[in-house]
């Protein structure tokens, strides 16, 4: 099993600046991809950022030039770095994590509990 936990998040002012991180944890697994997704207020929730386990990343077309994602291989860790913050990227940011448990090859798809970010005008 793997659990996420999140960290970061809060509110900031348009144009400013948020890092999110998110740490997998447990044993028996290899992480494939990590990524973030974002519900905001009557919308779906949908894909901000995605990384893989080769550095390859895939970023909404809303977000891109402005987030960046990267990520701690050693660590099972994942970063947002959020810039040019507009009050429509105010959401819940959702970390997750695709995984492959090592004894039965099992690809597994994980949720952290979700974070709050509120971007002010």
């Known amino acids: 099993q793997v659990q996420l936990v999140e960290s970061g998040g809060g509110l900031a002012q348009a144009g400013g600046s948020l890092r999110l991180s998110c740490a997998a944890s447990g044993s028996g697994f290899s992480v494939v991809a990590m990524g973030w997704f974002r519900q905001g207020p009557g919308k779906q929730r949908e894909l901000v950022a995605r990384?893989?386990?080769?550095?390859?990343?895939n970023y909404a077309d809303s977000v891109k030039g402005r987030f960046a994602i990267s990520r701690d291989t050693a660590k099972n860790t994942a970063y947002l770095q959020m810039d040019s913050l507009q009050p429509e990227d105010t959401a819940v940011y959702y970390c997750?994590?695709?995984?492959?448990?090592?004894?039965?090859?099992?690809?597994?798809?994980?949720w952290g509990q979700g974070t709050q970010v509120t971007v002010s005008s």
């Open positions: 997750n994590t695709q995984a492959v448990a090592t004894v039965t090859f099992r690809l597994g798809e994980y």
């Open positions: 990384i893989t386990t080769g550095g390859n990343t």
